[in-house]
Every structure is written in structure tokens, then in C-alpha cells.
């Protein structure tokens, strides 16, 4: 049984919210005491992080994640309960941290790295990897004030990993860094999770979370609301985030326009049986159901279907063809579905619009733009770690080919 890296026992921490605050001496001492609201962050958490697990903290922005990775990392103190931490810890909650701005690059990988506990001799040692992995080789002379945002987390989180600590803590940081150098990020955690390190990232990076967390915890108001392997939590969140506005109606807004000719009045994703869900896994059936009204016959009516990962770029493009048997379908209420038999996406949270248009699609009657998403978990028939973005079903085959000469070992003819 693996042992506990952080044990968090019935951990609760508060914040005073004043609504009025004194601004001189002689107002403290002459008006009442300031009034202020007890607002509490976390409200008894039990946790506990097994050593050498990589564990993934998502939630709601205010929700509590930072508080917690703060009474983690002892930087806050837990106003009841608490915290208890086996092993040397490093951590990574803020850009920079612990650097002066007027030094230099250099000056400050030696005044960080002491903070961390480890000695001049030691820092000089890894000097240059630091360097290397952070990748301001040539900026380490200049004060780091001038530095660029993602210059100070790229130098800021080589600092901090360098030092190999047991535990390493980090907060959502590196989404200012570049694809490269998130790559790096990623791998470095990777391989600490393979020597045996605990890590623990705060992050709205689902995606990070499913590919690298074995464990994930969803903070939701202060509280524990789910825990356990990151894929049914993550998938969990993003059902509880989307999931709720999978079949309301929205009100009117800048994403809808035209004649009202026609108007979406709900949509579903449905799985093979029918059942209404919000997750899916790679290479099973997704039903997309649109209910809507329409004012003129439905072969005259145009439903169109995007599905968008995060980078913006439709994946996935569908429309009612002319093929389509909706002849007989006069004015009125309809349901229209859309089936993907296999759904070729990889894991990834993913949203979708929909649109009615007319049959020559040149006057638009409505449109939900990215108001509806669902999650895409892992077939576990595919290999562990497969990437790209869709999954392309092939068949793969062998057979004996012809011996290919060696030119090396060919006999030179005579002229």
C-alpha cells in the first residue's frame, strides 16, 4: 500500500471580507471596528495524495483550488485541521516567486534556488540545465523586470524542478508559456512521475489532467465534491458545466439571428441506446437531437451541426442533405437528429453550435453558436497515450516483398 505524500485532515481556511476600511490612524481610532464577512474557501477537506501519484485539482475559478495548494505548500495556515507533509516540497504557485525584479536572471536562479533550500554549490551544478530547460540563455544577464511574462514562468518553473524535490506543487502558471515549451512541461512532470515524485497541479487544462493526473479532485464552493480516477471526475466537471444547458432553451442574444421562420428549441446528445449523456468514449455512437419549430416545411429548412475542440477548428460538419426523406414534414414541431456510428474524436472536451437555415442556406433563422458541449473519454481498446485528434479506424496487413540489392555489395561491371 502506497504511503501519503499530503494527508489534509478536516483542513478549513477563511477570509475576512471588510466592506469598510480605514484609511488614516485617527479614523481607526476614533470609527467602530471595521465591519467584515467571514468567507470560507475550503470547508473540511479530507484528502490525501499517495506518494509518487500525480493528482489534478480543477474547479471553477474562486472555488478553492489555489487556497488549498497554499496550506500545502504551508504558505497559509489552515484555520482549523491540518496539513501534514512527508517529504521535501518545492513549489510553483506564482510567476516568479521569490525573484527580485532588479536582479538579473542569472543573480536570481542563485537567490531562488537558495529559497528552495539548496546550497550555491548545488545551484552552480545545475546551472546550466536550468538555463537550457528554460531557454533565456541569452537574457540571463539582464534584469528579470524586462523580462516577458512567459520568460518569468519558463525561468520561474526550471528553478523549481531542478531542485528534484519528493513533491513539487504546481498552480495554473504555464498556460503563459509557448507550445514548446509546455511540451517540456509536461514531459518534466511526466518523468517525475516515473521516478517515484509526487505532483500536484492546479488547472482548468482538463485535457492536462486526463493525459498526465492519475488522480484528480473537484473543488466545487470550498468542498470536496468528487475525487478519484481523473477520468471520471474531469468527465464529471465538464458534465456538470455543460451539462446543464444541454436542453434549455437559451434566451435571444447575439449568437442567434434571422427572420424566425424557424427556432431550435432544444438539443441532446443521445448514446447508442437512446439514453441522454454529456460523455462519450472514442468509437461509440453519438446522436446529436435538435427539436425546434418551424414555419415552412422541413424540406425547405437546412439544420446545420459543428462540433469545435478547444482551438477553435470544426472537427466535425454536418447538414441536412437533399437526400434527406422530409418531404412529408409540414410546418410545426420536429425533432432532427444527426449520428455519428463511431465517433472518430479523440478524448478532449468539445462544444457545439447549431444552426437553421433555408434550403439555398442564404438567410440564417437561427443559430446557437458553441452553446452546447460534451466530454470524450478514452476507448480503452486504443493504446494508452494515443494523439492527433481524431481516430481513423484501418486496417493494417503484411506480406513478403522482393529482397531490396545492397548497392555496397554489388559487383562493379567492366566497361
Not at 543573480?107 to 531557454?135: K, P, Q
Request: glycine share 10%; with cysteine.
Amino acid at each position: 500500500m502506497p504511503h501519503t505524500a499530503i494527508d489534509c485532515h478536516d483542513v478549513w481556511k477563511s477570509y475576512r471580507i471588510y466592506h469598510q476600511r480605514s484609511h488614516t490612524l485617527k479614523e481607526k481610532v476614533l470609527s467602530r471596528r471595521n465591519r467584515f464577512e467571514e468567507f470560507w474557501a475550503l470547508k473540511g477537506i479530507e484528502l490525501q495524495v499517495a506518494e509518487g501519484s500525480t493528482t489534478g485539482i480543477i474547479g471553477a475559478n474562486g472555488s478553492g483550488k489555489s487556497t488549498l495548494l497554499k496550506t500545502m505548500a504551508r504558505i497559509l495556515t489552515p484555520n482549523k485541521g491540518h496539513v501534514e507533509v512527508n517529504g521535501t516540497l518545492a513549489s510553483l504557485l506564482e510567476l516568479g516567486i521569490g525573484f527580485h525584479p532588479e536582479l538579473t536572471g542569472r543573480e536570481n536562479v542563485f537567490l531562488s534556488g537558495s529559497l528552495l533550500g539548496r546550497s550555491r554549490r548545488d545551484v552552480e551544478t545545475r546551472y546550466d540545465e536550468i538555463v537550457e530547460f528554460a531557454g533565456v540563455e541569452q537574457f540571463m544577464d539582464m534584469a528579470v523586470k524586462n523580462y516577458s511574462t512567459g520568460m518569468y514562468a519558463r525561468l520561474a518553473f526550471a528553478v523549481a524542478v531542478s531542485v528534484e524535490p519528493e513533491i513539487l506543487l504546481v498552480d495554473e502558471v504555464l498556460s503563459v508559456g509557448d507550445e514548446s515549451f509546455q511540451t517540456r512541461c509536461v514531459d518534466r512532470m511526466a518523468k517525475f512521475r516515473s521516478d517515484g515524485h509526487t505532483v500536484v497541479i492546479v488547472t482548468h487544462g482538463l485535457d492536462t489532467v486526463r493525459g498526465l493526473c492519475e488522480e484528480a479532485v473537484w473543488i466545487d464552493d470550498g468542498a470536496i465534491r468528487e475525487s478519484g480516477p481523473s477520468s471520471r471526475v474531469v468527465a464529471a466537471y465538464f458534465d456538470s458545466v455543460h451539462g446543464g444547458v444541454a436542453n434549455e432553451h437559451p434566451a435571444a442574444d447575439e449568437d442567434q439571428a434571422g427572420a424566425g421562420s424557424a427556432t431550435i428549441n432544444s438539443v441532446a446528445f443521445l448514446d447508442g441506446g437512446g439514453r441522454a449523456m454529456n460523455t462519450f468514449e472514442t468509437g461509440t455512437t453519438l446522436t446529436v437531437r435538435v427539436e425546434c419549430r418551424t414555419e415552412i416545411a422541413l424540406q425547405d429548412l437546412v439544420c446545420c451541426i459543428a462540433v469545435y475542440r478547444s482551438d477553435s477548428f470544426a472537427y466535425v460538419i454536418g447538414r441536412t442533405s437533399h437526400d434527406a426523406d422530409f418531404s412529408d414534414r409540414p410546418p410545426g414541431h420536429h425533432v432532427i437528429e444527426f449520428t455519428i456510428p463511431a465517433l472518430p474524436l479523440l478524448p478532449g472536451g468539445y462544444l457545439v453550435s447549431v444552426g437553421l437555415q433555408d434550403r439555398p442556406q442564404k438567410e440564417v433563422f437561427d443559430w446557437h453558436d458553441r452553446r452546447y458541449g460534451f466530454f470524450v473519454l478514452a476507448d480503452p481498446l486504443l493504446p494508452a497515450g494515443a494523439g492527433g485528434i481524431v481516430h481513423v479506424d484501418g486496417r493494417w496487413s503484411a506480406a513478403p516483398g522482393a529482397a531490396i540489392p545492397d548497392p555496397s555489395r554489388s559487383t562493379p561491371q567492366t566497361p
